[in-house]
């Protein structure tokens, strides 16, 4: 019997992971075949918190992550760009995923 119960997870897991990357579900390899471009996004600050390192963007699609247009929290991979950034401004920005969490590498007022 506990072989059995052995099989059926292991059958399991085989499939979840097969269904994932038919669906593109695989991040490494999504990134992997993604192109090396810094290609940026646009978006509006709605609330910038340099203190802490995070900022709430509403935001057209993030090719590069498959994301589409939304408002969210993302942290910053360094608190120093957010300098001269203002709340409601026009931002073009760079986001990644940094092992497991969505990262904004990149940020600039659009102009």
Same mark, same amino acid.
């Given at each position: 019997m506990k072989l059995q119960h052995f099989l059926a997870v292991a059958t399991f897991g085989i499939a979840v992971a097969a269904n994932a990357q038919i669906a #593109?579900?695989?991040?490494?390899? $999504?990134? $992997?075949?993604?192109? $090396?471009?810094? *290609?940026?996004?646009?978006? @509006?600050?709605? *609330?910038v918190d340099a203190a802490t390192g995070m900022v709430t963007l509403k935001? #057209?699609? @993030?090719?590069?992550? #498959?994301?589409? #247009?939304m408002t969210m929290m993302f942290p910053v991979s360094d608190k120093k760009m957010l300098a001269g950034i203002k709340d409601g401004e026009q931002v073009r920005f760079r986001a990644e995923n940094v092992k497991g969490t969505i990262v904004v590498t990149r940020i600039e007022v659009a102009r």
């Open positions: #593109g579900m695989n991040m490494p390899a $999504a990134k $992997a075949s993604a192109p $090396a471009s810094t *290609k940026l996004t646009e978006g @509006i600050a709605q *609330k935001h #057209g699609p @993030i090719e590069n992550l #498959g994301m589409p #247009g």
